[in-house]
């Protein structure tokens, strides 16, 4: 299978990122947009977790982020702001495809991050005020009285708490995988590199393509 004329077929990875998506959610039961994020803390030592991505910024000619929100003083929000680099893996079953990234990452806390906390159900923004994300909770009705508390405190409109965002993750690496049978799986990896190592081609946004073994 070449990249010609297949569901690799694109020169922006972004736009075939959000094809993959935009394909997924017409046949996944839960959570299309579901990853597994990585980071490492001050020790190196790998953790992951299930977050929801809810943006693929597309910018043209090969430019965009992926984005999603949390706790800036959750475990991961720390362990990003420390290392400024992240990874995730989106897999989809129904489809038998992934997607893998590496990159760095900034906070998005301008007004698309307002904007994003303002689109969430009202319990969702309290409860983002409520919780201490990541630290020992003495039980669910000390958090359960938390979010009475911060409810009574910031009414029906509550604005995004400063310690709350988005990350923008802007890849140096995106792979595409798709299931292949007796395990011969199609690989293309998509890097950002000044040289162009033998047999890639070079593409938009300085990325260069080249097909992995399985």
């Known amino acids: 299978m070449s990249r010609q004329n297949s569901i690799f077929v694109g020169d922006d990875p972004f736009i075939i990122a959000r094809r993959w998506l935009a394909e997924a959610e017409e046949v996944e039961p839960n959570d299309a ?63 038998r495809r992934q997607i893998r990234v590496r990159g760095s990452v900034k906070r998005e806390e301008g007004r698309k991050a307002d904007d994003y906390y303002d689109s969430r159900a009202l319990q969702s923004r309290i409860g983002a005020w409520a919780s201490q994300q990541s630290r020992p909770l003495e ?60 047999g890639d081609s070079l593409l938009p946004g300085g990325w260069s393509v080249a097909r992995l073994a399985p």
């Open 33 to 95: 947009n579901a990853v597994a994020l990585a980071t490492v803390d001050g020790d190196g030592l790998p953790d992951v977790r299930m977050v929801l991505l809810k943006e693929i910024e597309s910018e043209g000619a090969g430019q965009g982020a992926f984005v999603f929100y949390t706790n800036y003083e959750s475990a991961k929000g720390l362990q990003i702001e420390a290392s400024g680099k992240a990874a995730f893996v989106m897999h989809w079953k129904s489809l």
């Open 139 to 198: 039980s669910r009705s000390a958090l359960m009285r938390a979010v009475a508390k911060e409810g009574l405190r910031h009414g029906p409109k509550p604005a995004r708490p400063p310690f709350w965002g988005g990350f923008r993750i802007k890849p140096v690496q995106i792979e595409f995988w798709a299931d292949g049978q007796f395990r011969l799986h199609d690989r293309f990896q998509w890097k950002l590199s000044a040289e162009t190592a033998k």
